[in-house]
């Protein structure tokens, strides 16, 4: 790749590595005046933009935590679940979790796998009856399964028109939605792919776009990574934090805790565990 | 010289080196460089020394500014604070103890 | 009206799509008449029903189970359980028209005269407005595609051996469309034609009933959860 392609594939990768652009524009500048005064190729000055990035990122150091500004109040509370039990035959899945989680948070639903983190969410999706619990659900409510939400002999554009029209939306306004939110996460596949054509990611990535396309109040999904790479796993963490700061609620199923810190509940269902989350 | 042991050697006393470089005058990314290559360490590629210049202005070692190049473009100049001498200092010093430790151990070998 | 029919289209999309669908759904009926051909013109036609009745079914079973996954979601994205149910019967039974045409000029071109055409299309309506429902039910209630199409084997073979004028015979889904054959061809006289086409129309409604409270249970909107209006 050439000087310009190079600078601005570097820049990608520092905007990847939460490096805030400010800095980052600074970094890239003072690497393209380098480059310009030495002549040399950036590959051979620098390596490859992304190995570069991380180095620059590492040198940075963890970002600073988001300053407290206008101190962001949680708005309203949009999902309410309490005393929500399940059981199985002889196997308790659920004993007794609440999760309280407001307009502009994100709830993190944590624990090991074969907790029963996917059935109290779609028991707060609505598609499976507690043994005993209620759920309060203020505003509409969105739910991405960890797999299976797409039909396999529909194209994308199709499934944005089939899940808008639900809510009434014209075809043209459904298709613009639905192919924005699905380019939010960097969506490359041809627009004539059947479903079951594409890749795992791909897939995964049309699936969230349907939850989240209609703009719901309330989101719950259920840990809809799969197959992503890297760059689309921080696109999606980003959109989370965009929706949060849009004021909706969103709750993730998810058994990987390096987001932790950046989350506002988290309900651990590991049994023996606190079974309370949120207020 | 043998490349992958250099690079170790490197990695220990670069940002001393580039602190050493400021203390005469200050500079920027590229003239350090040359700098450092001139002095027999190098070649130095950037993409080994920026990052060291961006964890000595994280520690307060340097400060930069950029300024409007005479006949180019414009060029980050970094410069020492009051700490950075202190630890140029130190660690100039500590190295000196070190180095001179070591030189002694290997003459030794070389003797026999 | 708008759900009902996006969800009719994409049901007709999806199947289209299909190619083994649609293969079976032309091959199956066509291999069924040719099969009986050289006998009795009776035999022929009325085995061209069973073919088509069983392709349609078989059609609406796959395309029941396919969906089952998607249909909470379509729920919960605004969809009620009729605009699902009837949306899919529609888009089965608009298939299952069309696919009747080709058959009809079949038998147009190739029986003899004396066979009352019209009965024939009459009987072939009644196949597909019997196989449709039937299709998505035996989908709604067995959770796997080989199951229901083990079971819709089971149920063409006994329509095909059981004697239609014996007592149980009634109470196979398809008889409808066999005694109007019988009229179409044999040129009996009209009771054949009332008594099949009574027994299509309760068979139709009774399977639609059931569809929809199938249905209707299992995305049944839970007592659990309160949906409450944001402010």
Same mark, same amino acid.
């Given at each position: 790749?050439?000087?310009?392609?190079?600078?601005?594939?570097?820049?990608?990768?520092?905007?990847?590595?939460?490096?805030?652009?400010?800095?980052? !524009?600074?970094?890239?500048?003072?690497?393209?005046?380098?480059?310009?005064?030495?002549?040399?190729?950036?590959?051979?000055?620098?390596?490859?933009?992304?190995?570069?990035?991380?180095?620059?990122?590492?040198?940075?150091?963890?970002?600073?935590?988001?300053?407290?500004?206008?101190?962001?109040?949680?708005?309203?509370?949009?999902?309410?679940?309490?005393? @929500?039990?399940?059981?199985?035959?002889?196997?308790?899945? +659920?004993?007794?979790?609440?999760?309280?989680?407001?307009?502009?948070? @994100?709830?993190?639903?944590?624990?090991?796998?074969?907790?029963?983190?996917?059935?109290?969410? !779609?028991?707060?999706?609505?598609?499976?009856?507690?043994?005993?619990?209620?759920?309060?659900?203020?505003?509409?409510?969105?739910?991405?399964?960890?797999?299976?939400?797409?039909?396999?002999?529909?194209?994308?554009?199709?499934?944005?028109?089939?899940?808008?029209?639900?809510?009434?939306?014209?075809?043209?306004?459904? +298709?613009?939605?639905?192919?924005?939110?699905?380019?939010?996460?960097?969506?490359?596949?041809?627009?004539?792919?059947?479903? !079951?054509?594409?890749?795992?990611?791909?897939?995964?990535?049309?699936?969230?776009?349907?939850?989240?396309?209609?703009?719901?109040?309330?989101?719950?999904?259920?840990?809809?990574?799969?197959?992503?790479?890297?760059?689309?796993?921080?696109?999606?963490?980003?959109?989370?934090?965009?929706? !949060?700061?849009?004021?909706?609620?969103?709750?993730?199923?998810?058994?990987?805790?390096?987001?932790?810190?950046?989350?506002?509940?988290?309900?651990?269902?590991?049994?023996?565990?606190?079974?309370?989350?949120?207020? | 010289?043998?490349?992958?042991?250099?690079?170790?050697?490197?990695?220990?006393?670069?940002?001393?080196?580039?602190?050493?470089?400021?203390?005469?005058?200050?500079?920027?990314?590229?003239?350090?460089?040359?700098?450092?290559?001139?002095?027999?360490?190098?070649?130095?590629?950037?993409?080994?020394?920026?990052?060291?210049?961006?964890?000595?202005?994280?520690?307060?070692?340097?400060?930069?500014?950029?300024?409007?190049?005479?006949?180019?473009?414009?060029?980050?100049?970094?410069?020492?604070?009051?700490?950075?001498?202190?630890?140029?200092?130190?660690?100039?010093?500590?190295?000196?103890?070190?180095?001179?430790?070591?030189?002694?151990?290997?003459?030794?070998?070389?003797?026999? | 009206?708008?759900?009902?029919?996006?969800?009719?289209?994409?049901?007709?999309?999806?199947?289209?799509?299909?190619?083994?669908?649609?293969?079976?759904?032309?091959?199956?009926?066509?291999?069924?008449?040719?099969?009986?051909?050289?006998?009795?013109?009776?035999?022929?036609?009325?085995?061209?029903?069973?073919?088509?009745?069983?392709?349609?079914?078989?059609?609406?079973?796959?395309?029941?189970?396919?969906?089952?996954?998607?249909?909470?979601?379509?729920?919960?994205?605004?969809?009620?359980?009729?605009?699902?149910?009837?949306?899919?019967?529609?888009?089965?039974?608009?298939?299952?028209?069309?696919?009747?045409?080709?058959?009809?000029?079949?038998?147009?071109?190739?029986?003899?005269?004396?066979?009352?055409?019209?009965?024939?299309?009459?009987?072939?309506?009644?196949?597909?407005?019997?196989?449709?429902?039937?299709?998505?039910?035996?989908?709604?209630?067995?959770?796997?595609?080989?199951?229901?199409?083990?079971?819709?084997?089971?149920?063409?073979?006994?329509?095909?051996?059981?004697?239609?004028?014996?007592?149980?015979?009634?109470?196979?889904?398809?008889?409808?469309?066999?005694?109007?054959?019988?009229?179409?061809?044999?040129?009996?006289?009209?009771?054949?034609?009332?008594?099949?086409?009574?027994?299509?129309?309760?068979?139709?409604?009774?399977?639609?009933?059931?569809?929809?409270?199938?249905?209707?249970?299992?995305?049944?909107?839970?007592?659990?959860?309160?949906?409450?209006?944001?402010?």
């Amino acid at each position: 790749m050439n000087g310009a392609q190079w600078l601005d594939a570097f820049a990608a990768e520092l905007g990847r590595r939460g490096v805030d652009p400010e800095t980052a !524009r600074h970094v890239v500048a003072e690497a393209a005046t380098h480059l310009r005064e030495s002549g040399e190729h950036p590959t051979q000055v620098f390596g490859n933009p992304s190995g570069y990035a991380s180095a620059v990122a590492d040198s940075l150091g963890p970002p600073p935590p988001p300053p407290p500004g206008p101190a962001r109040r949680p708005g309203p509370v949009r999902l309410h679940a309490t005393g @929500i039990s399940k059981r199985y035959g002889r196997r308790t899945v +659920l004993h007794s979790a609440d999760l309280t989680v407001r307009a502009g948070q @994100i709830a993190a639903i944590v624990g090991a796998n074969g907790c029963g983190k996917s059935t109290f969410l !779609r028991i707060c999706a609505g598609l499976i009856t507690p043994d005993s619990g209620q759920v309060q659900v203020v505003g509409s409510l969105g739910y991405c399964p960890q797999q299976g939400g797409t039909a396999d002999f529909l194209l994308a554009d199709e499934h944005f028109t089939l899940f808008g029209a639900g809510q009434g939306i014209s075809r043209r306004q459904a +298709l613009t939605d639905g192919r924005s939110a699905v380019r939010v996460l960097g969506w490359d596949a041809p627009s004539d792919t059947l479903a !079951r054509h594409l890749s795992g990611g791909t897939r995964q990535k049309l699936n969230l776009a349907l939850t989240t396309m209609t703009q719901p109040d309330v989101l719950l999904l259920d840990e809809p990574y799969q197959g992503f790479d890297r760059g689309t796993y921080i696109n999606f963490w980003d959109q989370l934090w965009q929706l !949060r700061d849009a004021g909706r609620a969103v709750v993730v199923v998810t058994h990987l805790l390096t987001q932790l810190d950046r989350v506002d509940v988290v309900l651990d269902l590991t049994p023996a565990a606190t079974t309370r989350g949120g207020r | 010289m043998e490349t992958d042991r250099r690079s170790q050697w490197l990695r220990g006393v670069l940002d001393l080196c580039v602190l050493a470089l400021l203390d005469e005058q200050e500079s920027y990314g590229y003239q350090l460089a040359q700098a450092l290559d001139m002095a027999g360490i190098g070649p130095i590629q950037g993409g080994t020394l920026y990052p060291v210049l961006l964890r000595l202005q994280r520690t307060g070692l340097i400060v930069a500014d950029w300024r409007a190049g005479d006949a180019g473009p414009a060029r980050k100049y970094y410069r020492l604070t009051e700490t950075g001498r202190q630890a140029l200092r130190h660690g100039g010093h500590d190295w000196q103890t070190f180095s001179t430790r070591v030189t002694t151990l290997i003459g030794k070998g070389d003797d026999r | 009206m708008g759900r009902l029919f996006t969800i009719a289209e994409m049901t007709l999309r999806e199947l289209v799509r299909r190619r083994g669908v649609l293969a079976l759904l032309l091959l199956m009926p066509l291999a069924f008449y040719l099969i009986r051909r050289d006998g009795y013109v009776g035999q022929s036609i009325r085995s061209l029903m069973l073919g088509v009745a069983w392709a349609v079914s078989t059609a609406a079973l796959f395309a029941t189970g396919a969906a089952r996954e998607l249909e909470p979601r379509l729920r919960l994205a605004g969809y009620r359980p009729h605009h699902l149910y009837l949306g899919r019967m529609i888009g089965l039974w608009a298939l299952g028209l069309v696919l009747s045409v080709p058959f009809l000029l079949l038998v147009l071109v190739d029986a003899p005269d004396f066979v009352r055409y019209g009965g024939v299309a009459a009987a072939m309506l009644c196949c597909v407005a019997v196989a449709a429902p039937f299709g998505m039910l035996i989908g709604a209630v067995l959770p796997r595609d080989l199951e229901g199409t083990l079971l819709l084997l089971t149920v063409v073979a006994v329509q095909m051996l059981i004697d239609p004028a014996g007592t149980g015979a009634k109470f196979t889904p398809f008889w409808a469309s066999r005694e109007i054959a019988t009229w179409a061809v044999d040129r009996t006289g009209d009771g054949y034609l009332l008594r099949g086409g009574l027994h299509g129309l309760a068979v139709t409604l009774m399977l639609v009933l059931l569809v929809a409270g199938v249905f209707t249970i299992r995305l049944r909107r839970r007592r659990h959860i309160r949906y409450l209006p944001a402010h």
